[in-house]
Structure formats: C-alpha cells, structure tokens
C-alpha cells in the first residue's frame, strides 16, 4: 500500500530538518563558546589583581594580515622607545616560539605590549603578573602593564597550540 511509502518520505524529511536543526544549534553554540572564551581573557587582563604590583590598563584588539607583518613594527620584534618617551613592546608568537625569546623593560615605566600570531591560536602570560592574553592570528592584542620591580620573570603560551605548546617558554627581564 502507498501509505508506508508517505510516512518514510515525511519521516526522511524530518530527520532532514533535524540534521540541519542539530548543525546550525551546534555551530552556534561553538561560536558562543569561542567568543565567550575570548571575551573572558581579555576580562582577565583588564583587571588589575597582581600580588606582584604589576599595573594593566587599555586592553584593545586590531586586526593585522600576518601578511602584511613586514611592514609594521613586528617585522623587527622588541621594545622600541618613542620620540615621546613612550615605549611599546612588540611581540610575535609562532609554532613553536616568541619572537623576540627575552624581552629587557625597565621597571617602573609604563610599557604597551602588542602581540599577534603568525599561525594559530597561542597564550602569552607571565608569571607572577596578571598578564595573561591571547594571541590571535589575524589580530593584535594591546595592553598596558608596569612593571613595579627588577628581577626575572618567566613567560609562558598558556594556550595550547601543537605539539611544541610546552616549548613556548620566554622571559621578561626588568631592569632597574
Ligand atoms: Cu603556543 Cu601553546
């Protein structure tokens, strides 16, 4: 009889609705996840909790093509010091490093950091401190911190990111 033959046909249909149903809640949900996540790090940054004293403001984002890198200041990775006085740090992350792999401040300035990914998503956090961003590739992550007092301070990809995540060790070294 035809009536069996419907119910399959509307029954195919249904599960059709639900598939696409299922994808779009999951793409969705993964989407949340990720923003949710990010906005999360950079709340993390922006407060300022630090035993160590260490003072972060101005958190901010901008988008960078990782190919057009050479001609921005990440091509020569570092601390550059301003005309005005103001210094900025500039720092790069790869599979599986930083770039530059020691970074020397000085204590007590006022120092900007940007950092962005030549490949995937990595983590740069220094201990001790509260600094503790995500490096996106395609991106830039900007902050402020001071650094109160000399000493040596170990930084690390706390995002895992490949099979070298562990690898991604570095320090910050501040000067007196
Ligand atoms: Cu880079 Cu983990």
């Not at 709340?43 to 190919?67: F, N, W, Y």
């Not at 401040?105 to 030549?118: C, D, E, K, Y």
Request: with cysteine.
């Amino acid at each position: 009889s035809p009536a069996p033959r419907l119910d399959h046909h509307t029954l195919e249909r249904y599960e059709t609705v639900w598939l696409v149903i299922s994808v779009v809640m999951s793409v969705l949900l993964f989407t949340g996840v990720v923003v949710s996540f990010i906005s999360g790090t950079y709340q993390a940054v922006r407060s300022d909790g630090s035993s160590a004293g260490h003072h972060i403001t101005g958190v901010k984002s901008g988008r960078l093509d990782p190919r057009s890198i050479a001609s921005t200041p990440f091509a020569k990775p570092g601390l550059r010091e301003n005309a005005d006085g103001s210094l900025e740090a500039f720092i790069v992350a790869k599979a599986f490093a930083f770039d530059p792999a020691v970074l020397r401040v000085p204590a007590g300035r006022p120092i900007t950091f940007h950092l962005t990914s030549l490949d995937v998503m990595h983590g740069y956090m220094v201990q001790g401190t509260n600094v503790n961003a995500t490096v996106i590739p395609g991106q830039v992550t900007s902050f402020s911190v001071t650094f109160r007092e000399p000493g040596t301070l170990n930084s690390i990809c706390n995002e895992y990111c490949g099979i070298g995540h562990h690898n991604m060790l570095t320090r910050v070294i501040v000067t007196a």
